[in-house]
């Protein structure tokens, strides 16, 4: 029987009195649910769903409290004596998060409601409705996360005005970010498939506590696909294969997965393989976000062509192919072993935002590609449950190994030199997490990690014309390394339902090594290696508050900080045009510190609304800035007089805003639901105050949404602020050829906004189909700070099957 699920579930049910056997559904596909434990509360008597998801209750009595639980979570309290006729009940999200439960926040389960931060969950039948083509696009579907793209395989997203290195992002609880994760727009979150996620959690705020370095400004959190066991002496097999088609890249797009599940094994195997031509943008909009010509290279060499569409992104396409393996092995109800294997292959995909730039009225590269990025992860969790030891009830172990691959290729038009160069990371992690009840009011959770990246990089120069390869400066030094240890604890006080306090430190040291010896051939630095040592302890403490049923306080207060890692030590790129970035030796961890105010106003579930505010302080901020070596302020890099620029502890930002969320609940079945976004900060440079760069413009989005039987639908808006020329900061200015032109000739951002349908069908237990039009009336937009313009008008369908 196919199984699907939801992690936020709440328990809506009448049954009645003369009931028998109950049928748990889910709220979404209307569907069986197996495995929903059923009992009373000495747990003396108790009954699981079977296969068509149905359980006998005559063991209970007429008004016997009775508790329903499915995946660890406590969904709601009934008695027989209040079951309806129909005698069904459904597991049901809830926009208040009564019952939802989230992992991120201590990497053990809590109730959503205890967490004085602000966490946005999505689910899996939330992500199967969004149909989203990469898991960038799967954040930006909350309206909470911004995406930022250079081109189409990319997607970096922004958080409360963070970007990049200053979020963290986790997968399966491993951290993903490694020693050369950069300032600069980061596209590492496309490697993991949106078809393997059960669900997501994102953490709004600094999480350095329970993750450590990088978590300034939010943790991503990614949960995939969980094996299934069998609960019977039957094989339990589950499949799923989709097709999908997106008509503005031309996206064909087909997965599978399917589920083995024994008693006390269970496998789970999953692929997808996409293909996405050239990006067309929207016919209304800016004219400079046109593409009117690219280069075309032949045997007679390099030469402007006109684009037949200006639309159409010329060159954009790319390929990508995800595969996953995961095998839990349960010997014991109270221990079980888990093993992951994921690997994301893409194929050369040009930075779109370097072939749009030009030098001296002409296009500057004939190429720019991003080489095959590939990401491999294994990872092994041991879990294991006591009742008796005194120093856990529940400990988790967890090993891992990733290793990353990338690689750039550029060449300038009409030039024989092809500038290569490729990186590499090895990184092994472990982690050992303990949670222990310390009394009926008081909950520990506490554990130890130890993180080792190892750097691999080299540069070369192909000159095409005679095919003869020399040896270049690479753009990380070769074999450095970055490693963290650290031991962290947290406490959680409940004394009752209505208030919850939670604190925690952490204690990090961060050691990072290179060797400068090589790339010294060309740089002449004024060091020959470096060794990077650094201490940080960081907390937070924070209440949530409920004196009533109508209102939810939230208060919390965090400090966390960020180590500098190889790309902020040693990094030689050219970071815009006419500039190079040069390793720098001398740098310190940057702190923030922050605070942020939250309340949640339920009125009888007809009217919901989630207001917060918060600020942030960022100091020692490690940023971009000019630099010399040995009195030079300009060297040649890549045959180019450029001028030098390092990352340095030289300023600092203030960061604060606004969020409000809202849903109206017209029915059972018909909501509307919105968020808004208002993000505002500046940061030093030198003796003035500009904007500091990742902060996003005001963004937001409107659902009004309803579920008809098999028919579920959504017609949404999604919206965006505008930035003016003088709100956009130097290092933005400067990129003037992705932004439109004001009345004044300078570059600014503009507002946009776009509607949107999707619907989704379900033709028969076994078959679903989804289609949506997107930017329906054609919009040419770019979201902020992206080098390649969003698709215009959109239509997408997929087909689901399912075993």
Not at 121 to 128: A, K, R
Not at 584 to 598: I, T
Not at 686 to 715: Q, S, Y
Not at 748 to 768: C, E
Request: charged share 20%; net charge neutral; proline share 3%.
């Amino acid at each position: 029987m196919n199984f699907k699920f939801t992690f936020l579930f709440f328990l809506l049910v009448s049954l009645s009195c003369y009931a028998q056997n109950i049928k748990v559904l889910n709220s979404d596909t209307n569907e069986p649910v197996l495995g929903v434990a059923i009992y009373n509360i000495d747990k003396s008597k108790s009954v699981i769903t079977n296969f068509r998801g149905e359980a006998d209750i005559n063991i209970f009595s007429e008004n016997e409290a009775i508790y329903f639980k499915h995946l660890s979570h406590l969904l709601k309290m009934l008695t027989k004596k209040d079951i309806d006729k129909t005698n069904r009940i459904y597991l049901v999200s809830n926009t208040q998060g009564l019952g939802e439960i989230v992992i991120s926040a201590s990497k053990f389960e809590q109730s959503k409601r205890d967490i004085p931060q602000k966490i946005n969950t999505e689910t899996l039948s939330d992500i199967q409705f969004a149909n989203p083509q990469t898991s960038a696009d799967l954040l930006g579907n909350t309206g909470q996360v911004y995406i930022q793209k250079s081109q189409l395989g990319g997607g970096s997203p922004m958080i409360r005005g963070f970007s990049t290195n200053r979020l963290l992002i986790t997968v399966d609880g491993v951290r993903m970010n490694n020693a050369i994760f950069r300032g600069g727009n980061l596209q590492n979150i496309i490697s993991i498939d949106p078809f393997s996620i059960e669900h997501t959690e994102v953490t709004l705020g600094a999480g350095s506590v329970i993750y450590g370095s990088d978590a300034i400004g939010g943790v991503m959190g990614f949960y995939s696909q969980k094996p299934k066991l069998s609960l019977s002496d039957s094989l339990l097999f589950q499949s799923n294969a989709v097709v999908r088609y997106s008509s503005a890249n031309d996206e064909k797009t087909g997965h599978f997965d399917f589920n083995l599940g024994y008693k006390k094994w269970a496998f789970v195997t999953s692929a997808t393989y996409s293909d996405f031509d050239d990006l067309r943008m929207g016919s209304h909009g800016p004219n400079e976000y046109l593409r009117p010509e690219f280069v075309s290279t032949t045997i007679e060499g390099d030469q402007v062509v006109t684009n037949s569409n200006p639309l159409v992104q010329r060159f954009s396409g790319y390929n990508q192919l995800n595969l996953m393996q995961k095998v839990s092995y349960q010997p014991y109800e109270n221990l079980s072993f888990d093993l992951g294997l994921f690997y994301s292959t893409t194929s050369h995909f040009p930075r779109y935002d370097r072939l749009i730039r030009y030098r001296s009225g002409t296009l500057r590269s004939a190429e720019w590609n991003y080489g095959p990025q590939n990401w491999l992860m294994s990872n092994l969790q041991i879990t294991k449950l006591s009742s008796s030891s005194n120093l856990y009830d529940k400990i988790k172990a967890t090993l891992a190994y990733q290793n990353f691959q990338e690689s750039r290729m550029d060449r300038d038009f009409q030039s024989s030199i092809r500038n290569i160069r490729e990186e590499a990371v090895d990184a092994y992690s472990f982690n050992l997490d303990f949670e222990k009840r310390l009394s009926l009011k008081t909950e520990m959770f506490y554990g130890v990690e130890y993180v080792f990246n190892k750097v691999w990089s080299e540069g070369e120069e192909e000159n095409i014309s005679t095919n003869t390869i020399s040896s270049s400066v690479s753009r990380y030094p070769n074999g450095a390394s970055w490693q963290s240890a650290a031991a962290y604890s947290s406490i959680k006080y409940k004394p009752n339902p209505k208030f919850v306090l939670q604190s925690g430190l952490r204690f990090n040291h961060v050691i990072s090594e290179a060797d400068f010896t090589e790339n010294n051939a060309y740089l002449n630095l004024p060091f020959d290696s470096s060794k990077n040592e650094s201490s940080a302890l960081t907390g937070t403490a924070g209440i949530s508050w409920s004196p009533s049923n109508i209102l939810q306080w939230r208060l919390n207060a965090s400090s966390a900080f960020r180590a500098p890692n190889i790309d902020d030590v040693g990094k030689v790129f050219d970071s815009e045009p006419g500039s190079v970035v040069v390793p720098n030796n001398n740098l310190k961890p940057e702190y923030a510190y922050g605070g942020e105010l939250g309340l949640k106003l339920n009125f009888n579930n007809k009217l919901l609304l989630d207001l917060s505010t918060y600020y942030t302080y960022l100091d020692n901020a490690l940023v971009r800035r000019d630099f010399s070596l040995k009195g030079e302020t300009e060297i040649v890099y890549d045959d180019e007089w450029s001028n030098v620029q390092a990352i340095q502890n030289a300023s600092k930002a203030w960061i604060n805003g606004f969020e409000v969320g809202l849903k109206m609940n017209f029915s059972n079945n018909v909501h509307l639901a919105s968020q808004y976004n208002i993000i505002g900060g500046t940061e030093t440079a030198g003796n003035i105050e500009v904007p500091v760069r990742h902060v996003a413009p005001a963004f937001g989005n409107t659902h009004l949404a309803g579920r008809f039987g098999r028919l579920k639908m959504d017609l949404f808006a999604n919206y965006n602020g505008n930035l003016t020329y003088n709100e956009l900061t130097p290092s933005e200015t400067e990129k003037d050829y992705i932004y439109a032109l004001d009345g004044n000739g300078n570059p600014y951002s503009p507002s946009w906004y776009t509607l949107n349908f999707r619907a989704q069908y379900q033709v028969a237990s076994s078959t679903t189909v989804m289609a949506s039009l997107e930017n329906i009336t054609d919009q040419r937009y770019k979201t902020y700070s992206s080098g390649i313009a969003a698709p215009g008008r959109n239509f997408i369908l997929a087909v689901k099957y399912s075993l």
